[in-house]
């Protein structure tokens, strides 16, 4: 059974940093797209980043040059180190690994991490 587990958010200041982690289990990890989410109040779930399984990754523009995504195969965990947050980054994030099946996928999902950021 997959699991993802994810960890690391919290509160902080703006202009801080914080690391997520999502920790895997039950996929064969290193096939999957793993993605970042995040859902802010009143608002659509967006995708942040992601990382392919060899490694390219993709980010929101909105992110970009602030937030870092990498992942670990030996750990079956991926990253998402957050620099110079902002207000406007305060949402849940969430994990997901994605097995593209074209034409259909297949996603795991972890439970969330509340990030809030203080202005």
């Known amino acids: 059974q997959a699991q993802l587990v994810e960890s690391g958010g919290g509160l902080v200041q703006a202009g801080g940093s914080l690391r997520l982690s999502c920790a895997t289990s039950g996929i064969i990890f290193s096939i999957y797209v793993m993605n970042w989410y995040r859902q802010a109040p009143g608002k659509q779930r967006e995708l942040v980043a992601a990382?392919?399984?060899?490694?390219?990754?993709n980010y929101a523009d909105s992110v970009k040059g602030r937030f870092t995504v990498s992942r670990d195969n030996a750990k079956n965990t991926v990253y998402l180190q957050m620099n110079n947050l902002k207000p406007e980054d305060t949402a849940v994030y969430y994990c997901n690994a994605r097995l593209n099946l074209n034409p259909t996928s297949l996603d795991y999902w972890g439970q969330g991490t509340q990030v809030t950021v203080s202005s």
């Open positions: 990382v392919t399984a060899v490694g390219s990754t």
